[in-house]
């Protein structure tokens, strides 16, 4: 989304800090937007029936306001490869 990227919004209203994820041990990193992507789970050779566990986490400032609602954010979730 061009509005507020990676961060959770409410309406019109974005938390200040982005959303974190992260993929099996790996660590949190702040979800970027399709111009520049997170990359969370990397493998030095061919994987098959892998499982995946992803985590998220919101960091919310003491004094941040928040609004009555749910927040929300759409991912998307590419797998891709750079070497065949």
Do not use: M
Not at 16 to 22: G, I, R, V
Not at 32 to 46: E, V
Request: hydrophobic fraction near 35%; aromatic fraction near 8%.
């Amino acid at each position: 989304s061009d509005v507020a990227t990676g961060r959770l919004v409410n309406g019109e209203f974005a938390l200040a800090q982005p959303l974190q994820a992260k993929a099996d041990d790996g660590s949190y990193a702040a979800v970027g937007g399709s111009a520049n992507p997170t990359s969370l789970l990397t493998y030095d050779g061919p994987v098959s029936n892998d499982l995946v566990t992803l985590g998220f986490k919101q960091t919310i400032g003491a004094n941040e306001a928040l609004r009555t609602g749910d927040y929300s954010k759409t991912l998307t979730f590419t797998l891709s490869t750079t070497t065949p």
